[in-house]
């Protein structure tokens, strides 16, 4: 894309630079031409030295139709570029690996899974299709908002406690078959979040 904008800008430069030399030379034999009339000298072109006569008025009519062929030119020359650049395709889709790398922000997948507010219900958000998938999870307490949840590796979520209902209880979900496992008693945490590291789960809470 680079490569496009700069031959455009050095297109539109050499259209200025052409513009500005043909009306220097129209006005440079302009005022020649009127010297030449004010001093009543008879202009002569060697070329039509025979006929001894000068078109002026057609000559400027040319050099006018000139500027307006070249206004042409270029106009057809960015419009195809512009409609270039846009099917054009981007360096990186001839990447080998197209893969999306959701390991790097700590997700372990493309999807989002959190618990609905008042319910058992867990829900998984596809972000790449963006579709929700709701599972009723077999868990005893209804699930409040703001509980400190992520991803595990090994196809695993860990949600632990919330917000209205307040929860003090905590799961591993396991996001094949939807097992479960019990996390040993913490704190109260609620307005919280948070993340996996190093075989670690790290919450952070409101204080």
Not at 86 to 109: C, I, R, S, T, V
């Amino acid at each position: 894309m680079q490569i496009i904008s700069s031959t455009i800008q050095e297109l539109l430069n050499l259209k200025d630079a052409t513009d500005k030399f043909f009306r220097s030379q129209r006005e440079e034999i302009k005022l020649k031409i009127e010297n030449l009339i004010k001093q009543n000298t008879e202009i002569v072109v060697p070329e039509l030295i025979e006929t001894k006569s000068f078109l002026y008025e057609e000559f400027i009519v040319y050099n006018n139709s000139l500027i307006d062929q070249i206004d042409s030119y270029y106009k057809k020359v960015i419009d195809f570029s512009t409609n270039f650049s846009k099917f054009y395709k981007p360096y990186h889709e001839f990447n080998e690996d197209q893969m999306l790398d959701f390991k790097g922000n700590a997700n372990m997948d493309n999807n989002l899974y959190f618990f609905r507010t008042g319910t058992k219900n867990l829900v998984k958000f596809d972000v790449t299709l963006l579709s929700l998938t709701e599972i009723q999870a077999n868990i005893n307490e209804n699930q409040g908002s703001l509980g400190a949840a992520c991803q595990l590796p090994g196809n695993k979520f860990f949600h632990y406690g919330g917000f209205d209902p307040y929860n003090t209880t905590g799961y591993i979900i396991d996001l094949i078959d939807y097992s479960l496992l019990s996390v040993p008693p913490l704190r109260v945490v609620n307005h919280a979040s948070a993340t996996y590291f190093e075989k670690e789960v790290y919450i952070f809470r409101r204080i």
